[in-house]
C-alpha cells in the first residue's frame, strides 16, 4: 500500500471521520487546529489521518484538510472499503478501523477517538457488528475512547472485546464507560489511575500481543448527559431514523444526526468534550513512551 508517513515519534492519531462527518462543516478545521494543539502542549506529535487522492496519509497538512473537507460527499472508509478508496483515487475520511490500519502502518502506537464503534442492538433486524472490533485483533494500537457509543449494546460489545482477547484498562475507572455516560453494567479488565504507569502496561503489552488496547477514560463529569434525559431524547432519535427509512450502515449516522436535534446540541457539546478529554491523555501517554 503506498503511503505517505508524515508521523514524528511520540505521534498520537486522530482520525478525519469526526472532522468530516461528526461536526458542522465550519468547525471541523478549528477542532482539528485545538486537538492538534492539546497532543502539542503535552509534547506529543498530532497525526491526522485520511486518504487524499487515494492516498493513505498519516500526518495530513492543513491544506490536505481543507481539501477533504471542500468535497460535497467524501467516503467514509472502514477496513472492508479502504481499499475501494486507494482504487479510485478518491479523498475518504478514516473510521476507527481505518485510522488503527494506517496508524499501525506508520508505527504510532496511541489515537485518540471519541467511541468505538460495537454491537448493535435489536433495532437492527440483522447482526451488526462494527469492524472496529476485529481491528483490535490484528493491528497494535492503543486506542484512547470514552468505551462505546451509548446507542449501541454497550455490554454485548464489552463481551466482544473479552471473547476476542482485547485488554481493556480503565483509566482512573473500574467501569466500562458508556460514551455519553461514565458508566455501565460491564466492567473493565484493570484500572490505572497513572499515566506513566499506564504508558509502561501499553508498551509492553502492543510488544507482547501484537494487538490493539482499549484504554477506557470516562466522559469529564462535568460533561456527563443525565441518563433519563439521554434515553428520552435516543427513543426519539430512533424512532425519527427508522421512520425515515435509514438502514445497515445509514442507521448509526442518521440517529447520530437526529440526536443532536433533539437534544439542542447537548449531545454534540458532549462528544466534543469528551474528544478532547481522550486526546490529552493519548498525548499524555505517548510523550511517556519511549
Given amino acids: ?85 486507494i482504487h479510485q483515487k478518491a479523498h475518504a475520511a478514516t473510521t476507527v478501523s481505518t485510522t488503527m490500519e494506517l496508524a499501525a502502518a506508520a508505527g504510532v502506537k496511541l489515537f485518540a477517538t471519541g467511541g468505538i464503534g460495537g454491537v448493535h442492538k435489536g433495532y437492527s433486524k440483522h447482526l451488526d457488528i462494527s469492524s472496529d472490533l476485529a481491528a483490535f485483533t490484528r493491528f497494535p494500537v492503543a486506542v484512547v475512547t470514552s468505551g462505546v457509543k451509548s446507542i449501541l449494546d454497550v455490554e454485548s460489545t464489552r463481551e466482544a472485546l473479552e471473547t476476542l482477547g482485547i485488554l481493556v484498562i480503565g483509566y482512573q475507572t473500574d467501569s466500562f464507560p458508556a460514551f455519553y455516560l461514565r458508566e455501565s453494567n460491564a466492567q473493565v479488565d484493570v484500572r490505572i489511575d497513572d499515566p506513566a504507569d499506564l504508558a509502561l502496561l501499553i508498551k509492553s503489552e502492543l510488544a507482547r500481543t501484537g494487538r490493539g488496547i482499549v484504554i477506557a477514560n470516562p466522559i469529564p463529569a462535568q460533561h456527563e448527559l443525565d441518563k433519563e434525559q439521554w434515553q428520552g431524547w435516543l427513543d426519539q432519535a430512533k424512532s425519527d431514523a427508522e421512520q425515515s427509512g435509514a438502514a445497515g450502515r445509514a442507521m448509526t449516522p442518521a440517529i447520530l444526526g437526529r440526536l443532536h436535534e433533539v437534544s439542542n446540541g447537548e449531545t454534540l457539546r458532549a462528544n466534543l468534550a469528551l474528544i478532547r478529554a481522550n486526546t490529552l491523555l493519548a498525548a499524555q501517554l505517548a510523550a511517556n513512551l519511549d
Fill in 1 to 85: 500500500m503506498n503511503a505517505v508517513n508524515r508521523a514524528k515519534n511520540k505521534a498520537v492519531a486522530l482520525e478525519t471521520t469526526l472532522l468530516v462527518h461528526g461536526v458542522p462543516s465550519n468547525a471541523a478545521q478549528p477542532l482539528a487546529s485545538e486537538l492538534s494543539q492539546i497532543v502539542t502542549d503535552q509534547g506529543a506529535s498530532p497525526a491526522l489521518v485520511g486518504v487524499i487522492n487515494g492516498v493513505p496519509t498519516v500526518g495530513m497538512t492543513d491544506q490536505e484538510l481543507d481539501s477533504m473537507l471542500a468535497q460535497d460527499l467524501v467516503l467514509k472508509a472502514n477496513t472492508a472499503n479502504l481499499g475501494v478508496a
